[in-house]
């Protein structure tokens, strides 16, 4: 998805047209410029959302298996150390929900400054282009 542009093919493209106007070409490259930052904005609120959907996965089969293991130490039939077992199951569960918690804000945290970059780059670059048009 992303579009990488070399500064030589960018003076190729202003210097070698066939109509030899170079605004035109200018322009051009600038839409790609900022097509390509819309797409890497869609992008990442994409990876926030199913980021979010993942955490909410997650929590939900790890609150399944709590469930199961506590219906497990209601059966009568277990042995102390077996019971035992089950109970540090269910610390562990815990432990890593609260990883999952602490990680997914951590991830959620990054996206979003990377997205506020990408904003920010935009709304710039489509003010000078404006400032640009204005003049030509």
Same mark, same amino acid.
């Given at each position: 998805?992303?579009?990488?542009?070399?500064?030589?093919?960018?003076?190729?493209?202003?210097?070698?047209?066939?109509?030899?106007? !170079?605004?035109?070409?200018?322009?051009?490259?600038?839409?790609?410029? %900022?097509?390509? %930052?819309?797409?890497? *904005? !869609?992008? @990442?609120?994409? &990876? @926030?959302?199913?980021?979010?959907?993942?955490?909410d996965e997650l929590?939900? =089969?790890?609150?399944?298996?709590?469930?199961?293991? #506590?219906? $497990? %130490?209601?059966?009568?039939?277990?042995t102390?150390?077996?019971?035992?077992? /089950?109970?540090? #199951?269910?610390i562990? @569960?815990? $432990?890593?929900?609260a990883?999952?918690? %602490?990680? #997914?804000f951590?991830? @959620?945290?990054? /996206?979003?400054?990377?997205?506020?970059e990408?904003?920010?780059e935009?709304? =710039?670059?489509? &003010?000078?282009?404006?400032a640009?048009?204005?003049? *030509?």
């Amino acid at each position: 998805m992303d579009q990488e542009f070399n500064s030589s093919e960018v003076t190729k493209e202003l210097y070698v047209t066939e109509s030899g106007d !170079a605004t035109l070409n200018f322009r051009h490259f600038q839409d790609l410029k %900022l097509d390509s %930052l819309k797409e890497q *904005i !869609a992008d @990442i609120e994409l &990876m @926030i959302q199913t980021r979010h959907m993942l955490h909410d996965e997650l929590l939900r =089969d790890m609150e399944k298996s709590k469930l199961g293991i #506590a219906n $497990q %130490l209601q059966d009568g039939t277990l042995t102390p150390e077996d019971k035992t077992k /089950l109970r540090v #199951a269910i610390i562990e @569960i815990d $432990q890593k929900k609260a990883g999952e918690k %602490l990680q #997914a804000f951590h991830d @959620i945290s990054e /996206l979003k400054k990377d997205l506020r970059e990408h904003q920010r780059e935009l709304r =710039d670059r489509t &003010m000078r282009m404006e400032a640009l048009d204005s003049f *030509i």
